[in-house]
């Protein structure tokens, strides 16, 4: 999921993070016969994204 500022601007960012992907994971974004492909999700949380993940984190450290 890709969150923060960047969803606004759509393709023009989504596009040469799909193919860095490709490049260099063995992250799948395509159906292929080795089976269902990876979504690259753009969140919604806006500007509070970055405390959002924070606190998240947090509590995934308490949590532990």
């Given amino acids: 999921m890709v ?3 960047f969803p606004p601007a759509g393709e023009l ?3 040469p993070l799909r193919e860095a992907i490709s490049r260099h994971t063995l992250i799948r974004l395509d159906e292929s016969e080795m089976g269902p492909a990876t ?3 753009m969140a919604s949380f806006g500007g509070d994204a ?3 993940g924070a606190v998240g984190a947090a509590l995934h450290q308490i949590g532990n």
Avoid: P
């Fill in 3 to 5: 969150a923060g500022d």
């Fill in 13 to 15: 960012f989504t596009q």
């Fill in 39 to 41: 979504e690259l999700l």
């Fill in 50 to 52: 970055s405390a959002l």
